[in-house]
């Protein structure tokens, strides 16, 4: 794909968090009303993407390489944003913060569409098991756990419990389960038309929670989390990607998935562990428009 393509894709996902944005200044929407578009999108629209794009495509259990990778990514993360929360000596509730928003990226909402239109439905479903298996596993498994621990928060994490209700991953547990299945193919057409709902509601759903002016008493430790999510984690990526791959599309994969910007689901967890997610929104922001360059250029070094 090309650079001019990549920006095109990445400026048009800006371009709904723009509609949110201004959907919140002429008062049509509220920040609060994000949620009910969160619970759509969490528990009808990626789950109907996902079994839509997974349960008919071609798999090779090499895939799994690829989510073993993002752990790698994670794990890094998360031992990188320890350090520096402890170097800067954050409050508890900004450093919990700092962890899961430096760590963690937003592997589906912007990895699959930018994995979509790099490397078609192989990309895609490549994304789908990095996000799922890798990103989203890591984040109830243990950065939910940190960042109760750091943040001093005293709620309970069940891990199992927790990847045992999730929706996306319910779906694609149907999905591999069914694989081989004929599913009538208007079924199949219906899901595809929910799922093309995930992009636009998600991007207008940041739009609707991201404040801007919030970014400048935030800046310096917004500073620190681009500084590991955008540069060491996609590092990380392109090395390990180097060393153990060898397939071009799961390498760039790999790379594009672990320089995507803050994840949002960061500030649904923050908001559960009392943490600061003013800084956590501020870095969604800031992180998602340094990936309009960001991601080009780690794309470029794959």
Wanted: aromatic content about 6%; overall charge neutral; glycine content about 6%.
């Amino acid at each position: 794909m090309a650079l001019g393509d990549l920006l095109g894709v990445i400026a048009g996902i800006l371009g709904y968090v723009a509609i949110g944005v201004a959907l919140r200044v002429a008062r049509v929407l509220k920040p609060e009303d994000a949620k009910p578009l969160n619970a759509v999108l969490l528990n009808v629209a990626l789950p109907a993407l996902v079994f839509s794009s997974v349960q008919r495509a071609d798999i090779d259990w090499s895939l799994a390489l690829v989510p073993a990778l993002a752990w790698v990514v994670a794990l890094v993360g998360i031992a990188a944003a320890l350090a520096s929360a402890r170097a800067m000596r954050l409050a508890p509730a900004a450093a919990g913060a700092f962890v899961l928003a430096a760590a963690f990226g937003n592997t589906g909402y912007i990895g699959y569409p930018v994995a979509h239109a790099l490397l078609g439905e192989p990309g895609l479903v490549r994304a789908i098991f990095s996000d799922i298996f890798g990103n989203t596993l890591a984040i109830i498994a243990v950065g939910t756990f940190v960042a109760a621990r750091v943040s001093r928060h005293e709620a309970q994490v069940h891990p199992l419990k927790e990847i045992a209700t999730f929706p996306p991953f319910i779906a694609l547990a149907l999905a591999l389960a069914s694989r081989g299945v004929a599913v009538p193919d208007p079924f199949m057409d219906w899901l595809g038309a929910l799922g093309k709902l995930v992009v636009p509601l998600i991007m207008i759903s940041v739009g609707l929670s991201l404040r801007p002016a919030r970014l400048k008493e935030h800046a310096g430790v917004v500073a620190a989390v681009a500084a590991i999510k955008l540069v060491l984690l996609p590092l990380v990526g392109l090395l390990a990607a180097r060393l153990v791959l060898h397939d071009e599309a799961s390498a760039r994969v790999v790379v594009l998935e672990a320089s995507v910007p803050t994840m949002m689901m960061a500030v649904i967890v923050g908001h559960r562990f009392d943490l600061d997610t003013e800084l956590i929104a501020s870095a969604v922001l800031a992180t998602t428009v340094a990936s309009l360059v960001a991601i080009p250029l780690w794309q470029m070094l794959v």
